[in-house]
């Protein structure tokens, strides 16, 4: 297993006033995404487990665009990971700020 | 037990009205009445499995068991779910003992009926030990429930199916409700070919599968005792209904049903196959069996009495 984690200092605070959220499910080829808005409004963190070793530079590339592309802001996303694809990853993470978010169009 | 995550969002169901499709998180919200859910031991909490990590495996926030409270019709209900795709909805240490709790408090209270979505192949390979005595403690707690008045319904229509110490967990219930797509057996299609050689069950014949160990034959034979709809509505009906009726759990109980299960031997035991079952309950054309419409089946199972008892 290995453990990965980004901090980024973002300009806009994830939508909505939902604290908690989680989308996916651990099997092979994809995650789950704990979404937990505890963090201050400019600041988001992306904690991984992973049993796929040794892609740090991926997984790092896939949430910096996350949050480039994302409002994230005070939100702690913890991920399962069975082993996704960068493609899943940035869909499940969408999908997480998107439930936080809650029912908005 | 403390209530918590009452506010937890999940990806919504809407596209997914399939329940053998759905999550387990979809499941449960599909089935209470809205918004009633109330999670204990939420993913929040990380009460994750001890063990996975030894193998170099990842964890599941919720250990794929989500348990808590809700609604049906109004009326407060305890629900247990397995995730299916999560190591096969499998029972390890943790994932047991969160359905273990549920059913003790749900004995404790005497009061609130308990509904269990089965999707599962059975113990956790990887917590063999520990997944074995949380199917023990798992039937004595349902057994103990039953016995202090509480009815325990058990939901079978998921990917995995109910297999392995599942079966015989659903056994124990007070009532099944299982829709077409859902299996229940012990040993899984796998294990009694690799055991006994593909001449006694060839596992790669779906067919085979469905009609040995499917809803529609489980059905049939008084395994089940409601036909559900592969859909979040047909189960929240299923579940309805069954929980309208739940005879007293008592030795007569038990007895009536060692009766029944004796009778069915006795009348099926010389049979090769499900058609030939159906054959002799009286079914004039067995073989049009697993493509017969939900509707179509339902009626015809109305009108056979087998599938009628006062037993379980």
């Not at chain 1, 908690?20 to 080829?29: D, E, K, M, N, R």
């Not at chain 2, 997914?16 to 599909?30: F, I, K």
């Amino acid at each position: 297993m290995e453990h990965l984690n980004y901090r980024h200092i973002v300009q806009r605070r994830a939508a909505g006033t939902s604290k908690l959220a989680i989308v996916g499910v651990v099997a092979s080829g994809n995650l789950e995404v704990l979404a937990e808005r505890l963090l201050p409004d400019n600041e988001c963190e992306v904690d991984i487990n992973t049993a796929a070793e040794g892609f740090g530079e991926v997984w790092q590339a896939v949430v910096a665009d996350f949050v480039e592309r994302r409002a994230s802001g005070g939100v702690r996303l913890s991920i399962n990971d069975g082993g996704a694809r960068p493609d899943m990853v940035a869909l499940r993470l969408a999908q997480a700020v998107r439930a936080l978010e809650g029912e908005q169009a | 037990m403390s209530a918590s995550n009452s506010h937890l969002q999940v990806d919504s169901g809407l596209l997914s009205p399939s329940w053998y499709e759905a999550s387990a998180r979809q499941r449960v919200d599909g089935l209470l009445d809205a918004g009633s859910f109330d999670e204990f031991i939420g993913p929040a909490e990380r009460e994750t499995s001890p063990h996975l990590s030894l193998f170099n495996l990842p964890q599941q926030f919720d250990d794929g068991m989500i348990v808590g409270r809700g609604r049906l019709d109004g009326k407060t209900v305890f629900i247990a779910a397995q995730e299916g795709r999560f190591m096969g909805g499998s029972f390890g240490e943790v994932h047991g003992a969160k359905l273990t709790g549920l059913l003790r408090a749900a004995r404790d209270l005497g009061s609130v009926p308990v509904l269990v979505l089965f999707d599962t192949g059975g113990v956790r390979l990887q917590e063999a030990n520990a997944g074995e005595l949380a199917i023990a403690e798992i039937m004595r707690a349902v057994i103990e429930a039953r016995l202090a008045g509480v009815p325990v319904i058990g939901l079978i229509g998921g990917r995995a199916g109910c297999y392995g110490g599942g079966g015989l967990i659903a056994g124990c219930c007070s009532a099944l409700a299982v829709s077409e797509q859902g299996r229940i057996s012990v040993s899984g299609p796998e294990v009694i070919e690799t055991n006994r050689g593909v001449e006694e069950f060839d596992s790669k014949d779906r067919a085979l599968v469905w009609r040995t160990m499917g809803g529609k034959h489980r059905r049939l034979i008084g395994g089940a005792d409601r036909f559900a709809d592969d859909s979040l509505a047909g189960f929240r009906a299923a579940a309805s209904a069954l929980l309208a009726h739940v005879p007293p759990m008592q030795v007569e109980t038990l007895v009536a049903e060692q009766r029944r299960l004796e009778q069915r031997l006795q009348q099926f035991g010389g049979s090769e196959d499900a058609i030939d079952i159906w054959r002799s309950l009286g079914i004039s054309e067995p073989a049009s069996i697993p493509g017969m419409a939900y509707d179509d089946f339902a009626e015809l199972v109305a009108s056979l009495k087998e599938v009628r008892h006062d037993a379980r």
